[in-house]
C-alpha cells in the first residue's frame, strides 16, 4: 500500500511537472510574436537588454533571504550558470530576434517545433540518454519538417527568408543547450537562484552592444515598445524561467523535448490572432511533420527525481 502511494505521488509530481513545461513553453511562444512586434521599431540588443533589466527587478525580490545561496555555488555550477545565460538567454534571444527582422512570426515559430528533436539528440550526445527507434524516427520527422519549411522559403521570399530561418534554428540549439545545462545542476540550484544568476550574467554579456545600438538610435521608445520590453521581461523570462527550471530537473530528456510542442504552438496561434499573418501551405505541412515527430518523440519515461525550487 505504501509503495503504491509512492508511485501516485511520483506519478502526480511528474504530470505537475510538465504541466510547469507546457507553461513555460506557451510563455516562450508568445516571446516570438512579442519579439516581431519589438524589432520593427527597436535595435535588437537595446530590446534584449530592456527586456532583462526589468527581468531582473521584478526577481530581485524573490532573491530575499537566498542571497547566502550563492557563496554555496562551487566553480562548476558558476561555469553552468554562465553557460546557461549564454545560450538560454543571450544567444537564444539574440538570434530570434535578428531571424525576425527576416522571417514572419508563424514561420518562426513552426521552427522552434524542432527543439523536441534537437534536445533528444543533445541529451543522447551530452547527458548519454538513450533514443529509441521510435525517438529516431520523430527526430527524422521533425528535420524534413523543418528542411520543407526553409526550401520552399527560397522560393517565397529570397534568401533573406531563408538565412532567418537559420538564425531561428541557431536559437532552437541555444534553446535546447540551456536545458542541457540546467539539467546538470538541477539538484544542487534552487530555480529561483538559477533563474536570477542566468539573467544577470546575460546583462553583463548584453551590456556593451547594447549600449552602442542605444547611443546610435534615432527614436525613442514607443509606448507599445516599452509594453513589449516589460511584458518580454516579466512573462516570457522571469516567469517562463522559473517555469521551466523549477521542472526540467524531475523529467527525462525526451520528456522535456516533448513538452516544448507547447512553444511553436503557443507563437503559431499568436502569430494568426495578433499579427494576423497568413499560413503558407510549406509551413502547415512542415509543421504538420514537426508536430507528428514530437508526438512520436514524447514517450519517454519521465524521471521524477526531483528539483529545488
Not at 510547469?20 to 516571446?31: D, E, H, K, R
Not at 516544448?260 to 509551413?283: F, N, R, Y
Request: with cysteine; proline share 3%.
Amino acid at each position: 500500500m505504501g509503495r503504491e502511494k509512492q508511485l501516485v505521488g511520483e506519478r502526480i509530481r511528474g504530470y505537475k511537472a510538465v504541466v510547469m513545461l507546457i507553461g513555460a513553453m506557451s510563455l516562450a511562444g508568445s516571446s516570438v510574436v512579442v519579439g516581431k512586434m519589438l524589432v520593427a521599431t527597436v535595435p535588437v540588443f537595446v530590446a534584449a537588454f530592456g527586456s532583462l533589466l526589468v527581468a531582473f527587478v521584478c526577481i530581485l525580490p524573490l532573491m530575499l533571504g537566498r542571497f547566502g545561496e550563492l557563496r554555496l555555488l562551487t566553480g562548476r555550477e558558476w561555469r553552468y550558470l554562465f553557460l546557461q545565460g549564454l545560450c538560454g538567454i543571450v544567444l537564444f534571444r539574440v538570434f530570434t530576434l535578428y531571424g525576425l527582422h527576416m522571417t514572419g512570426a508563424v514561420q518562426a515559430g513552426i521552427i522552434t517545433g524542432a527543439t523536441p528533436a534537437v534536445l533528444a539528440v543533445l541529451s543522447l550526445l551530452l547527458l548519454g540518454e538513450r533514443i529509441s527507434g521510435r525517438m529516431a524516427a520523430g527526430i527524422v520527422l521533425a528535420a524534413l519538417g523543418c528542411m520543407l519549411i526553409n526550401i520552399f522559403s527560397l522560393g517565397g521570399s529570397g534568401e533573406n527568408n531563408a538565412l532567418g530561418s537559420l538564425l531561428v534554428g541557431a536559437a532552437v540549439v541555444s534553446e535546447a543547450l540551456f536545458t542541457i545545462f540546467r539539467k546538470r545542476i538541477c539538484h544542487s540550484v534552487s530555480a529561483t537562484t538559477n533563474t536570477a544568476v542566468l539573467i544577470f550574467c546575460s546583462l553583463l554579456l548584453l551590456a556593451v552592444p547594447a549600449a552602442i545600438q542605444f547611443r546610435v538610435m534615432n527614436t525613442s521608445l514607443s509606448l507599445e515598445a516599452i509594453l513589449a520590453i516589460v511584458y518580454y521581461g516579466v512573462f516570457a523570462t522571469v516567469l517562463a524561467y522559473l517555469l521551466w527550471t523549477a521542472a526540467v530537473g524531475q523529467v527525462s530528456g525526451s520528456t522535456a523535448g516533448a513538452a516544448t510542442a507547447a512553444m511553436p504552438a503557443s507563437s503559431v496561434i499568436l502569430a494568426l490572432v495578433v499579427l494576423g499573418e497568413p499560413p503558407h501551405w510549406h509551413q502547415l505541412a512542415g509543421c504538420l511533420l514537426i508536430i507528428t515527430g514530437i508526438l512520436i518523440t514524447s514517450g519517454g519515461r519521465p524521471d521524477y527525481s526531483g528539483s529545488r525550487s
